[in-house]
């Protein structure tokens, strides 16, 4: 049992969430195995597997219909330099053979017709859908309050493909000044130094940026029940930390260790992008198991998540 401990005041921070903070702060171990006993209750790997399967599905698809509307309005070369920068970081290694399938997409996509769209849009949509269910698997304590409505849940998928649209396309104009200031250099002391490290380095922030940005809008809009800011962006946040560690370590699996080629052959593309995803979905449901825990040890009552 948690014994209840003199209430800690932090300036600026209401009472509500530092309370449950310092008594989880005195025993975090126990925290943490309640985690993992939840996340292992709501069969979390057996979402994540759902989740990494269905995102397979779902990516060309879902970056397709992206171009197939931007590229009309705006230059079809840099979106397509920038969304390669964001798939290495959903799928480290793989983006260059998703972005050759997508440069031949396009150039024969006057053949689209409605019903080839449907069906874009159909698999655009699986990831989300499937993800949204994964969530109410883990937020139970809040859909046992009240469901969400149908028409919310068929919404929410096309709603992101709208969001991921104005995202590429901001990041795309974001970039652009980035990249060329690659090129430029400053004389000090008499040298010259080039800006292409600083560039990189500031292209990586905004990727992180908006990986974070992402993943806070997938712990509060995708459970249903009235979201907390601060539980999402922390949530996004330690997802992204984890996720660019796992990444790189999975990087340099691939490159340097793996014989994923020799057993799997030509199937070893998607093998890896599988496996990728897998650990991604994995980290993701995982931090949605520690904000849903959090709520649950916070005694916050359930009645208090209906939205009317």
């Known amino acids: 049992m948690w014994r209840r401990r003199p209430r800690i005041a932090i300036p600026g921070v209401p009472r509500a969430i530092t309370d449950p903070l310092a008594r989880l702060l005195q025993r975090p171990g126990a925290f943490a195995l309640r985690v993992l006993h939840g996340f292992r209750k709501n069969?979390?790997?057996?979402?994540?597997?759902?989740?990494?399967?269905?995102?397979?599905?779902?990516?060309?698809?879902?970056?397709?219909?992206v171009l197939v509307v931007l590229a009309r309005y705006f230059d079809e070369g840099a979106l397509l330099a920038t969304l390669a920068r964001y798939l290495e970081i959903v799928v480290p290694g793989q983006s260059a053979a998703i972005i050759r399938e997508l440069s031949l997409f396009l150039q024969r996509q006057e053949g689209i017709g409605w019903v080839l769209a449907v069906t874009l849009l159909?698999?655009?949509?699986?990831?989300?859908?499937?993800?949204?269910?994964?969530?109410?698997?883990?937020?139970?304590?809040?859909?046992?309050?009240?469901?969400?409505?149908?028409?919310?849940?068929?919404?929410?998928?096309?709603?992101?493909?709208?969001?991921?649209?104005m995202?590429?396309?901001?990041?795309?104009?974001?970039?652009?000044?980035?990249?060329?200031?690659?090129?430029?250099?400053?004389?000090?002391?008499?040298?010259?130094?080039?800006?292409?490290?600083v560039s990189a380095f500031l292209l990586y922030l905004v990727g992180v940026a908006g990986e974070i940005l992402m993943l806070t809008s997938f712990y509060l809009f995708m459970p249903f029940g009235r979201p907390v800011l601060a539980h999402a962006f922390i949530g996004g946040a330690t997802a992204t930390v984890l996720w660019e560690a796992a990444r790189h370590v999975l990087r340099w699996y691939f490159e340097s260790v793996s014989q994923v080629g020799v057993v799997y052959g030509s199937l070893s593309s998607a093998i890896v992008a599988l496996l990728s995803l897998e650990i991604a979905s994995i980290l993701l449901l995982f931090g949605a198991q520690v904000i849903a825990e959090y709520e649950r040890f916070s005694g916050e009552p359930p009645g208090e998540l209906r939205t009317d």
């Open 43 to 65: 069969q979390g790997f057996l979402l994540a597997s759902a989740v990494a399967f269905n995102t397979l599905l779902s990516i060309l698809p879902l970056s397709i219909v």
């Open 122 to 165: 159909f698999f655009s949509s699986l990831a989300f859908s499937v993800l949204e269910s994964a969530m109410s698997v883990i937020f139970y304590h809040r859909v046992a309050v009240r469901r969400r409505k149908l028409i919310v849940s068929l919404l929410i998928p096309f709603a992101y493909l709208l969001f991921l649209a």
């Open 167 to 197: 995202g590429l396309l901001i990041v795309t104009g974001v970039t652009g000044p980035l990249l060329a200031m690659g090129h430029e250099s400053f004389a000090f002391l008499g040298q010259a130094h080039s800006l292409d490290r």
